[in-house]
């Protein structure tokens, strides 16, 4: 609830003027909002327009790698160039891109049939992404994981001093000081985890290294004709393969009791269009044991990342924290398949 409000709210702030669809050679007939972008159709077909929160060379590292994968794997979506060649129009000093309507339906985590298709989606999507390169360094995060998993153990730390500080806590802070040490201990985990598998030699193997969604929620594949196809790449960065999966798996699993036979499928159908050796899936247990919810949910509410109020956070809390033992026996069991 809370982040459909926070969405109807950012909507607000678009400007929806026609004179601005003018600028990318477009007649509207319809506006519709979605989430945090709103669906247009125009004398030229269905379009999404979207208020771009980054840099423009983050907009353009974004369109390149689109570009890239879609010269291997057309099923991403595309760029529509203004009057002037650009893919973005600054108006009223904000900056908005259109892209053409990807049809589909939101991948159903819950559906087998889904499942598998995203599945060999994900991997024909790798395939096509090698090779790519960037000099961004904010989107390379080749080699990167365990500085950056340290330095999240020391944040946990500071806001478990923060909470163990309040002399009046809220139940919030109440559950994340009865516990942090836990995950803190996973996180360290997690590290020496990837300080012994062969972390590093596989971000030196080029066929490793991949354009990586990095935000593979359910609504971000959609499913058309047995195909995934897959939009919204604001996240995407370049790193090893099994980090995306990471990702996927860890989205997949969590509203599921932590399945097991889940990610077996993920992995199975995933190998079916790329390839994972016994490394890769060692160093992918690893990034499985750093307990990522807990963590997001945490850093959320003592930086005040999300305008949501106390009892989302709670709520969100209460969940997140609430299965340790289902998350505990996965990862057991993960480890047993590698």
Known sequence: MADKYNEKMYLTKYDLCVDLFNEFDLVINDVVPLRSVYMVSTDKGEKVLKKVE????????????????????????????????EIYTIWDGNMYCIMDMVVGTECDFSSPVDLDIAAEG??????????????????CNTGKLIDQFKRKIQEMNFFKSIASAYENKSEFDEI?????????????????????????????EEDKIVVCHHDLAHHNILINHDKAYFIDFDYAIIDLKVHDLCNFINKVVKNFAFDIEK?????????????????????????????DDFYSIS???????????????????????????DREEFLQQFKKLV
Request: net charge positive; charged share 35%.
């Open 54 to 85: 980054y840099t423009e060379e983050e907009l353009k590292f974004i369109y390149n790698v689109a570009s890239y994968i879609r010269s291997k794997f057309p099923r991403v979506m595309d760029f529509v160039k203004n009057k002037s060649n």
């Open 122 to 139: 994900l991997g024909e999507l790798h395939l096509a992404s090698e090779g790519f390169k960037t000099n961004l360094s904010n989107r």
């Open 176 to 204: 994340f000081v009865k516990n942090v040490d836990y995950y803190i201990e996973e996180i360290n985990k997690s590290v020496q985890m990837l300080e012994k598998s062969y972390y590093y030699k596989l971000c030196s």
């Open 263 to 291: 990610s077996k499928r993920i992995l199975e159908k995933y190998c079916t269009k790329n390839t994972l050796n016994k490394r890769e899936l060692e160093v992918l247990s690893a990034m499985l044991t750093f307990p």
């Open 299 to 325: 850093k959320d509410y003592y930086t005040k990342r999300k305008d949501w109020n106390e009892n989302v956070f709670l709520e969100r809390m209460k969940k997140k924290s609430g299965y340790k033992e």
